[in-house]
């Protein structure tokens, strides 16, 4: 299976970047195009490890639905 890898260089401290990585509403800015809406779950603000968001919105001519929750979460590293 083929990989791509990017990296992105982002002049800011780490702790910044990762709390606006798992914002929910500077997300939802970002989807606006897409009319996505986070209608379940954690709905505002920064999601945290064991929380869910259910997210809604259209892609690709179809109404989709998806459901994340974050098991994991390293601060400032990595959440998943």
């Known amino acids: 299976m083929p990989t791509i890898h990017l990296t992105t260089f982002i002049a800011a401290p780490v702790n ?7 914002h929910i509403d500077l ?5 606006i195009s897409y009319k996505e809406e986070a209608v379940a779950g ?7 490890k064991d929380e869910t968001v259910t997210w809604k ?3 690709l001519f179809k109404n989709r639905i998806l ?3 974050i098991a994991e979460m390293i601060k400032p ?3 998943y």
């Open 27 to 31: 997300h939802k800015e970002s989807m």
């Open 16 to 22: 910044i970047v990762f709390d606006l990585s798992r």
């Open 57 to 59: 919105a259209r892609h």
């Open 67 to 69: 459901r994340v929750k």
């Open 77 to 79: 590293g990595k959440f």
């Open 42 to 48: 954690t709905r505002f603000g920064l999601i945290e």
